[in-house]
């Protein structure tokens, strides 16, 4: 009876003498091979072998590595695409590339339209200190960082009333004098994009590309004597301002790093990179392992970055309970907190398909501004095949003061889809036939059906796509969802 119940307190005896040890309550790595989805590792004694110690130092550094480019990818992508506008034309400073006869799909940039007339430009407040922007009227758009942060918005909703005005940037600690007269942003980067869109007059883009050259971009050293304005005509010309997909990201990511003031990205986000080999002051030199861990997590955050992107099962982002239709702003904020706290997947969801975290693109304002709806799934919930037809039934009325659009783009290369087509969509300025009550229905397919030209945006086998259904000026009715666009459905 004493060696039962002493055996209940400490154990079984061993025939030595001794108790042995009871199952450990807390989970411990003792002596086995812990079996993981990322792999087998050898332990003994609590000490991993040498061959599982290296494999799960590769292990935290792809993790480590992933999470820093699905957390940094607003700025990277955007420093793509700074680096894309500044390379375009004669790669002179301050130039402002104009798409003069509208965006095509030559232009590889993350979901442009092709309804409005783009305008981008490069700001280099570290070669040039302070900057002067001279903004014309009617413009739509604004000033943001290279972490997508707005300076200063344009337009009815903007600093300048959609009066256009004369903006300075200031860099980064910038503490010199401030003359009057200038709407003043102040930038955390040394690099700044200026992204504005004018509208077309009678479907014509001439008036605002008109209105776009009377822009004028300089050092404010010069206001003076400003130096003469370069502007680069894009439609047309094959741009590149998509970030790259595999280790080539984490170069453009250290070389932002470099550029740009260390406290752009909080402590804990500078350990996360400096233990990827990414830290302010030293040269990102990974040897060939870590190379070769980078490019893995290069890939496998991609492909992350696609599914958080097309295949997210966040329930903020359907727009109608009954439809697939999806919000480009997930949570109706542009600062992505709508929450509390900064969601970083919705974060990337927007980053991974479009550029410009605007509030003015989010923002409820009646009769201004704009809201984006998109879709990559019909009816049924099935991705959209480039091999098959399928209609889109807009109804009457569509809530819009200034214009809607239907745009077509390559689930790949998120940017306009290359269809042969000028341009892959159908809108208020393409003259689609309405129906007898005045509904519109958009086909999609490698061939038009008899007599839907107009209404037509072709697609093509083998690949995915797409599509943003815009509203430049919403009405109420867009915001109350009496009105409504139906699924995408497959025309079987």
Do not use: C
């Amino acid at each position: 009876m004493k060696m039962l119940l002493m055996s209940a307190m400490f154990g079984a005896v061993s025939a030595a003498g001794f108790a042995a040890e009871p199952p450990d309550p807390h989970g411990w790595i003792g002596t086995e091979t812990v079996n993981t989805r990322f792999g087998d590792f050898s332990f003994k004694n609590g000490y991993p072998d040498e061959a599982s110690a290296a494999k799960l130092r590769d292990v935290l550094l792809i993790s480590r590595a992933m999470e820093a480019y699905l957390a940094q990818m607003p700025a990277v992508s955007w420093y793509r695409t700074w680096k894309g506008t500044a390379a375009a034309g004669d790669k002179l400073p301050n130039q402002l590339v104009i798409w003069e006869t509208l965006m095509d799909a030559k232009t590889l940039l993350l979901t442009g339209n092709t309804e409005t007339v783009y305008g981008l430009a490069a700001i280099d407040l570290k070669r040039d200190g302070p900057v002067v922007v001279e903004v014309p009227p009617k413009m739509l758009g604004g000033f943001s960082d290279l972490w997508q942060e707005s300076i200063a918005g344009i337009g009815p909703t903007g600093k300048d009333k959609g009066l256009g005005g004369k903006f300075l940037l200031l860099p980064p600690g910038y503490d010199g004098p401030v003359p009057e007269g200038y709407i003043v942003g102040k930038s955390k980067t040394f690099g700044g994009v200026l992204g504005m869109r004018g509208f077309l007059e009678g479907g014509k883009p001439e008036p605002a590309v008109a209105l776009m050259k009377s822009s004028r971009i300089y050092p404010l050293a010069q206001a003076g004597n400003p130096p003469q304005m370069a502007f680069v005509n894009g439609s047309g010309k094959e741009i590149d301002t998509l970030m790259a997909e595999d280790v080539q990201y984490f170069s453009d990511l250290a070389a932002l790093i470099e550029q740009e003031p260390a406290d752009i990205v909080d402590t804990s986000d500078r350990f996360l990179l400096a233990s990827i080999g990414i830290e302010k002051g030293k040269p990102f030199a990974p040897n060939a392992d870590q190379k070769a861990a980078l490019a893995d997590a290069a890939r496998l955050a991609s492909a992350v970055a696609r599914a958080n992107s097309f295949a997210s099962t966040d329930p903020a982002r359907l727009v109608y309970g009954d439809r697939k239709w999806e919000w480009a702003f997930i949570g109706g904020s542009a600062t992505w907190d709508s929450q509390g706290y900064v969601n970083t997947d919705r974060r990337a969801a927007f980053a991974y398909l479009a550029v410009g975290m605007s509030p003015a693109m989010v923002d409820k304002v009646v009769g201004q501004g704009s809201q984006y709806l998109s879709t990559m799934r019909d009816g049924d919930g099935k991705y959209l095949d480039g091999g098959k037809s399928y209609r889109l039934h807009l109804p009457a009325n569509i809530p819009v003061v200034n214009f809607w659009s239907v745009v077509v783009y390559d689930s790949e290369s998120r940017s306009e889809l290359r269809n042969g087509q000028p341009f892959p969509s159908v809108s208020q300025y393409t003259g689609p036939v309405p129906n007898p009550d005045g509904s519109i229905d958009v086909y999609f397919g490698p061939t038009a059906p008899a007599g839907k030209d107009k209404n037509w945006i072709r697609t093509v086998p083998n690949k995915g796509w797409f599509t943003l259904l815009r509203f430049y000026g919403p009405k109420e009715e867009f915001f109350n969802q009496s009105w409504k666009p139906d699924d995408i459905v497959e025309a079987r």
